[in-house]
């Protein structure tokens, strides 16, 4: 019989044992069961190519770039080198007032990888704090082109935008909202693009469904003359992998540029080739947001950081039209640090050098073929996929959303596999090394877990 909430995940999956004399008390783990997670741990020691070690000394194949951001692989030694000699060379230094080479020569080579129109990067820390940056700098261009009434940010339900204020805000899932109810004024949301389309369908969505066109709605409910920017993630990573219909980026596009609002997308997954031959999904679409925002890939996850690229148009705006002193009143501490910059420069080559982001699309084929080949497993209800990027949709036990999924990953990190899961969905995003015998052991582990998973 189905349990209801007191189903815990961990009892039937134990974890393994932490090292000895490993405090795990302190560390307040983030998005994490701390309680479950500390009485039954599981850590990684080291990481190498596509594979994870963990402290008991056991393999697991990375299915998940991490969280969606090794995108060329773990521990790869030309980023670990350039970051060892960084830090030799400059610790830190500053980038208010002041600078240092390296994130001139990051962003200068960012903006040679974005598309056309896109090229003035601002850095920072996170995919959270690229998100506010983004949303700022939208509120800016209106402010300093004189257009004052444009305050709303819309967003869309199911949206993702990470966890500070404006990201939550403008984000739509309920569990990261509704605690904080200090959050932006005059914020609205789309609908989400889930459960309105084809089951198992492969790749984009056919129809757009109308769906962009729920922007006139709001348009016409608040005035396009109060809203400032439409956010929205190209695919939707973190709530299921959610592939829009085919149009609806270009028709958001249209209509935004229509009433004069900004349109941002959040590339935090999707960018470094996660969807297809190009370093941003913008670009593998042909649909190009004013303001695009980035992190997890840049540095190939070895050193945190995030960017946000506008349009010269929006640059311009707020910087070159501005009264003398600083222009845009924003930036971080670690704006451009030494070891991020560094790491970013040395990652963005890698991705050249291994012609990583054309690899996605070669292997996007082979790729679809075999997650689709799951589609007769027991509890499969819908399985996307587009690039290097799948989900596998899994039916809900009855009163117990989220635990049928919970449990597969359980298990299979206990067989070798690292996949991540989302309510009742899987998501697959491995490293864009990833070899074709590789593919199959995802396939292979997952349909045994499936095939004996109640
Ligand atoms: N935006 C998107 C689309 C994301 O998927 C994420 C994280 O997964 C974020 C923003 C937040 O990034 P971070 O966790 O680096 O703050």
């Known amino acids: 019989m189905a349990s209801t909430q007191t189903f815990d995940a961990d009892q039937a999956a134990p974890g393994i044992a932490a090292p000895a004399g490993l405090d795990l008390s302190h560390f307040w783990m983030p998005f994490t069961n701390n309680r479950h997670f500390k009485a039954n741990p599981r850590l990684f020691a080291s990481a190498s190519g596509m594979h994870y070690t963990t402290t008991d000394g056991r393999r697991v194949l990375d299915a998940t770039s991490g969280l969606w951001c090794v995108n060329a692989g773990h521990a790869r030694a030309p980023i670990t080198e350039a970051i060892r000699a960084a830090a030799g060379e400059l610790d830190f230094a500053p980038t208010f007032q002041l600078g240092h080479p390296l994130p001139f020569q990051l962003a200068s080579k960012l903006a040679g990888m974005m598309p056309e129109g896109l090229d003035r990067v601002f850095f920072t820390n996170s995919g959270s704090e690229s998100v506010e940056t983004a949303l700022k700098m939208a509120l800016a261009y209106h402010q300093a082109r004189g257009d004052h009434g444009r305050f709303r940010l819309i967003g869309r339900q199911r949206g993702y935008h990470g966890t500070n204020f ?30 309105q389309a084809l089951r198992f369908q492969r790749g984009l969505q056919p129809g757009n469904g109308g769906l962009a066109e729920e922007l006139e709605d709001l348009v016409a409910l608040h005035g396009a003359e109060t809203i400032a920017a439409v956010i929205v993630e190209p695919v939707a990573g973190s709530t299921g992998v959610l592939i829009p219909p085919q149009g609806y980026l270009e028709a958001l596009r249209a209509i935004t540029r229509k009433h004069g609002i900004l349109l941002i997308f959040d590339e935090v997954i999707t960018g470094f080739g996660r969807v297809g031959d190009a370093a941003t999904a913008a670009g593998v679409f042909g649909v190009t947001p004013d303001i695009l925002t980035l992190a997890k890939g840049l540095t190939n996850a070895t050193v945190p950081m995030g960017a946000v690229v506008a349009s010269r148009a929006v640059h311009d705006a707020i910087v070159d039209h501005a009264p003398p002193g600083i222009e845009f009143y924003h930036g971080y501490t670690y704006s451009g640090h030494p070891l991020a910059a560094a790491a970013g420069l040395a990652t963005l080559a890698l991705y050249e050098d291994e012609a990583l982001f054309a690899r996605t699309a070669a292997l996007a084929g082979l790729w679809e073929e075999a997650i689709h080949g799951l589609s007769d497993c027991p509890h499969v209800v819908d399985i996307r996929n587009i690039g290097l990027v799948a989900a596998i949709e899994l039916a809900p036990r009855d009163g117990a959303v989220g635990e049928r999924a919970m449990e597969v990953f359980h298990r299979a990190f206990d067989s070798g596999l690292l996949i991540r899961v989302t309510g009742d969905t899987i998501a697959l995003s491995p490293p864009l090394i990833i070899e074709e015998a590789q593919i199959g052991q995802i396939t292979e582990t997952l349909r045994d877990l499936l095939q004996t998973t109640a």
């Open 166 to 195: 404006g990201g939550i805000s403008v984000g739509g899932i309920g569990g990261n909202r509704r605690r904080y109810v200090s959050q932006l004024w005059g914020v609205d949301h789309l609908g989400h693009t889930h459960g």
